[in-house]
T-cell receptor
Framework: AQKVTQAQTEISVVEKEDVTLDCVYE???????LFWYKQPPSGELVFLIR??????QNEISGRYSWNFQKSTSSFNFTITASQVVDSAVYFC????????????FGTGTRLKVLA | KAGVTQTPRYLIKTRGQQVTLSCSPI?????VSWYQQTPGQGLQFLFE???????NKGNFPGRFSGRQFSNSRSEMNVSTLELGDSALYLC????????????FGPGTRLTVL
């Protein structure tokens, strides 16, 4: 069965601290896709990144970086020098090959960045 | 390019009533998916439509149904509302029915009294 685990329910950091959000996934598919979304208080899920199972390169986008490790089935997300505007719920999601299933979301991690 | 739009944004209904939610995907996107988000159950997949056909369905009772029109707009219907149907209903669109990136709308918050 496919599963996404975000063990951190809530994290609080002080502004300018670095923070890493963990995501562990389970799947027996060889082709799959991983995603991160941000959900601010407004409710809309904002797409952050998509990774396919054949691309283990780490990704950096501004203050955001992602570490994908197939060996540990993890796709962790780091925010460097956090800001108050980063406060949101962050979701990790897993999707498989066409026709199998749609996104399986983790339970989310609520990040609070304190000024 | 306009994003995914959902109407209405807020709804209050009473038990036993039915409700219809609407979603307009990003222009050019042909796949529309619906999700229910509740504090207890998190984000759960309801169904996916592509070219007016339901291609995937989550584990929800038959009271939850949907459809897609030729212009890719989609509606979701919930009949015989129950208190437990109170949730944020999110619509997402993507280019095709494959695992392309999904882009989400702002959601419809349904409250059942």
């Amino acid at each position: 069965a496919q599963k996404v685990t975000q063990a951190q329910t809530e994290i609080s950091v002080v502004e300018k601290e670095d923070v890493t959000l963990d995501c562990v996934y389970e799947t027996r598919d060889t082709t799959y896709y991983l995603f991160w979304y941000k959900q601010p208080p407004s409710g809309e899920l904002v797409f952050l990144i998509r990774r396919n199972s054949f691309d283990e390169q780490n990704e950096i986008s501004g203050r955001y970086s992602w570490n994908f490790q197939k060996s540990t089935s993890s796709f962790n997300f780091t925010i460097t020098a956090s800001q108050v505007v980063d406060s949101a719920v962050y979701f990790c999601a897993l999707s498989g090959p066409l026709g199998t299933y749609k996104y399986i979301f983790g339970t989310g991690t609520r990040l609070k960045v304190l000024a | 390019k306009a994003g995914v739009t959902q109407t209405p944004r807020y709804l209050i209904k009473t038990r036993g009533q039915q409700v219809t939610l609407s979603c307009s995907p990003i222009s050019g996107h042909r796949s529309v998916s619906w999700y229910q988000q509740t504090p207890g159950q998190g984000l759960q997949f309801l169904f996916e439509y592509f070219s007016e056909t339901q291609r995937n369905k989550g584990n929800f009772p038959g009271r939850f149904s949907g459809r897609q029109f030729s212009n890719s707009r989609s509606e979701m219907n919930v009949s015989t509302l129950e208190l437990g149907d109170s949730a944020l209903y999110l619509c997402a669109s993507s280019l095709t029915q494959s695992t392309d990136t999904q882009y989400f709308g702002p959601g419809t918050r349904l409250t059942v009294l």
